[in-house]
Antibody, heavy 120, light 108 residues
Framework: QLQLQESGPGLVKPSETLTLTCTVS??????????WGWIRQPPGKGLEWIGG???????YFNPPLKSRVTISVDTSKNQFSLKMSSLTAADTAVYFC????????????WGQGTLVIVSS | EIMMTQSPATLSVSPGERATLSCRASQSVSTNLAWYQQTPGQAPRLLIYGASTRATGIPARFSGSGSGTEFTLTISSLQSEDFAVYYCQQYNDWPPFTFGPGTKVDIK
């Protein structure tokens, strides 16, 4: 059974860069047709797709965030990562990682999420 | 970008009653639509994909319908564990993937 688990700092200062890692277990991150993604949810609000990376290493981003986001894969550790720069309080959210199984596919499964607070 | 809207924002239902939730896309997404359930402090859980196919392990009381721009999630007889927030999401045209703002189903 495929499982995802996010990890990273719970508190980041404004203007700094956030790095989050998603560890995949129960499956091979480089398996063909898998797409890995990041979604966030500000406290009490809805879901926003941040971006993702394909099994072949192609990356895709939500246009408003594209200039601040990098997503990469480390196949040796079965992990993928999110880097988001120039953080502000508006980036405070629960960050989820998730898998899609095809180009046109839904998100399943999801990690449990990790809360990131941007504050000095 | 395809905009997703959901109605109502909040739905108050008694246990055992039927709940009908609506989702609308700003342009056709064919049947490339998913529904998720989220309870407090938890990650979203996939309920429906392809507009009408239940995900593995999802009870038969959950059903989805629709195509194009209009979609419905029906919960035939609400159980206590069904009181949650429900999101629709299109995956027909991306980036970006877009979610609706959610419908909260609470106890009447």
């Amino acid at each position: 059974q495929l499982q995802l688990q996010e990890s990273g700092p719970g508190l980041v200062k404004p203007s700094e860069t956030l790095t989050l890692t998603c560890t995949v277990s129960g499956g091979d991150i480089s398996s063909s047709s898998n797409y890995w993604g990041w979604i966030r949810q500000p406290p009490g609000k809805g879901l926003e797709w941040i971006g993702g990376i394909s099994y072949s290493g192609n990356t895709y981003f939500n246009p408003p965030l594209k200039s601040r986001v990098t997503i990469s894969v480390d196949t040796s550790k079965n992990q993928f990562s999110l880097k988001m720069s120039s953080l502000t309080a508006a980036d405070t959210a629960v960050y989820f990682c998730a898998r899609r199984s095809a180009w046109l596919a839904w998100f399943d499964p999801w990690g449990q999420g990790t809360l990131v607070i941007v504050s000095s | 970008e395809i905009m997703m809207t959901q109605s109502p924002a909040t739905l108050s239902v008694s246990p055992g009653e039927r709940a009908t939730l609506s989702c609308r896309a700003s342009q056709s997404v064919s049947t490339n639509l998913a529904w998720y359930q989220q309870t407090p402090g938890q990650a979203p859980r996939l309920l429906i994909y392809g507009a009408s196919t239940r995900a593995t392990g999802i009870p038969a009381r959950f059903s989805g319908s629709g195509s194009g721009t209009e979609f419905t999630l029906t919960i035939s007889s609400l159980q206590s564990e069904d009181f949650a927030v429900y999101y629709c999401q299109q995956y027909n045209d991306w980036p970006p993937f877009t979610f609706g703002p959610g419908t909260k189903v609470d106890i009447k």
